[in-house]
């Protein structure tokens, strides 16, 4: 193992975590978009939060304003599992490059669990992954647009009316 990887290593099980956490101030929440919405985009759901019956028919518009509004409670009830903080950290070597270590930070009850994402160039690079990976920003969450909440909608599979056989 390089020793600068050990230095990294024994700094996050030392101060570094401390320091880490407590670098979040400046930073953003961020809805894990991709992995809510399996439990959360769906016709099935719409339908049984807004007491929908199978005949009345689901619009694309009912389906945004259903998620926008899911989103919009997230955010503004932000759960620590839902929602982890962000945390971009500088690191410098003695050689004195510079980068981010990257992570996101659930809270579950008084368990503090993170998911490290790399190092990267600067936070701009790691907020671009976090986007691309499925994050959704609480400050960028009302400029999701309804194309993009339809790519990640699950939708009803329409029913198709059984053929007769043929009579011999």
Known sequence: M???LADLQ???????????????INEDVALNLKQWVT????DSTLRDTDGL????????????DFARAAIS??????????????????????DGARAILGCTVEIRGHDHIPQWHGVFADKDAFYRHLRSAGFLFHSEANAIGGAEILALWDFEKKKTPKRKKPSP
């Open 2 to 4: 390089p020793a600068g």
């Open 10 to 24: 024994e700094w996050l099980a030392t101060d570094g975590w401390d320091d880490l956490l407590a670098a979040w």
């Open 73 to 94: 409670y997230a955010v503004e009830n932000s759960e620590g599992d839902d929602s982890p903080s962000v945390h971009s950290f500088p690191i410098e070597r003695e």
């Open 39 to 42: 439990y959360k985009f769906s």
């Open 53 to 64: 019956d199978e005949a009345e028919a689901i619009t694309d518009r009912m389906r945004v």
